[in-house]
């Protein structure tokens, strides 16, 4: 079975400055989709970046990017230039490519930003 | 104009009581999913329908019974409510087919947070 490690339970980071947030995976698939969701107080779930397995090149959205090891199952997010309406629960999630396959999540990191 | 919508948003019952969560979506999506989100914030998928069919049953109890009338929604009933079921309940949905533009995304409804006392 598929499983989703998120090692850091909080992270914390000065405004305008820049954060990874870590993410392990597990699974025996070659092909599937990894994502990073964003929960603010408000509960809603954000899509904030997505990547396609079969893709090399690392995905980016605005300040935010991954880098994405296949070979060593990572999946890390970097947000760059900080801001304060950064500051959620960021979930990583992982999809097999099979039709209609479930989201399997990691636990989450709480980032704080620091004015 | 909401893409995936719940109602309610907050629920607050006594324990043994029945109640129902409705989804609704309007992006023509064929599949959609119930997802439990626990008090340490862990989420879990529970069902997902493809055109009103069960695909997964993710061992949740029986007093769980998802319905779906039509592609468009899909509601949870929850029968015998225990303090245990206090969570987020979020509803989802994608569309299935390697033709989308983002394959594989799920779009996330607000959620509903039931209190069982």
């Known amino acids: 079975a598929q499983t989703v490690t998120q090692s850091q339970p909080e992270m914390s980071v000065q405004e305008a400055e820049t954060v990874t947030l870590s993410c392990t995976y597990d699974?025996?698939?070659?092909?599937?989709?990894l994502f990073w969701y964003k929960q603010p107080p408000s509960r809603q779930m954000i899509l904030v970046i997505r990547?396609?397995?079969?893709?090399?090149q690392n995905a980016t959205e605005n300040r935010f990017s991954v880098n994405f090891q296949k070979a060593a199952k990572s999946f890390s997010l970097k947000i760059s230039d900080s801001q304060l309406g950064d500051a959620a629960m960021y979930f990583c999630?992982?999809?097999?490519?099979?039709?209609?396959?479930?989201?399997?999540f990691g636990t989450g990191t709480r980032l704080q930003v620091f004015p | 104009d909401t893409a995936v919508s719940q109602t309610p948003k907050y629920l607050v019952t006594q324990m043994g009581n029945d109640k129902s969560i409705k989804c609704e979506q309007n992006?023509?999506?064929?599949?959609m999913y119930w997802y439990k989100q626990d008090s340490k914030k862990f989420l879990k998928i529970m069902f997902s329908?493809?055109?009103?069919?069960?695909?997964i049953n993710e061992t949740v109890p029986n007093r769980f019974s998802p319905k779906s009338p039509d592609k468009a929604h899909l509601n949870l009933h929850i029968n015998s409510l225990e303090l245990g079921d206090s969570a987020v309940y979020f509803c989802?949905?994608?569309?299935?087919?390697?033709?989308?533009?983002?394959?594989?995304?799920?779009?996330f409804g607000p959620g509903t947070r039931l209190t069982v006392l």
């Open positions: 329908y493809n055109n009103k069919e069960l695909i």
């Open positions: 989802a949905s994608s569309q299935e087919s390697a033709a989308e533009p983002q394959p594989g995304e799920q779009f």
């Open positions: 992006l023509g999506h064929d599949t």
């Open positions: 699974t025996s698939e070659s092909d599937y989709y």
């Open positions: 990547q396609e397995a079969y893709k090399q």
């Open positions: 999630a992982y999809r097999s490519a099979v039709w209609t396959d479930k989201l399997i």
